[in-house]
């Protein structure tokens, strides 16, 4: 028999997440239902944040990584999108 994995009503209705790899956690409310949304507010994190730490784009139901975002030393904006 095969182990289905069992998702409650949050993550089906809102699989898109953020995710911070320096911590090795997600970031608490911010879970959406558009990937362009959660990009659009990836972007604008890194905007305004200070560390230079990356944030990723991730479907929690598929485990597929969507984007990558990172600000370096001088102020760029670099992104991965997959």
Known sequence: MVK???YT???TV???RLWLPATGEGM???YY???RH???RA???IAWQAVTEPIEVYNCV??????VYKQTTNGEIHYERF
Do not use: N
Not at 62 to 67: E, H, N, Q, V
């Open 4 to 6: 289905r994995a069992r």
């Open 9 to 11: 009503a949050d993550e």
């Open 14 to 16: 809102r699989p898109i």
């Open 28 to 30: 608490r409310h911010y």
């Open 33 to 35: 239902t558009d990937a």
């Open 38 to 40: 959660a990009q659009e």
């Open 43 to 45: 972007l604008i994190l």
């Open 62 to 67: 598929t485990g597929r990584l969507l984007a």
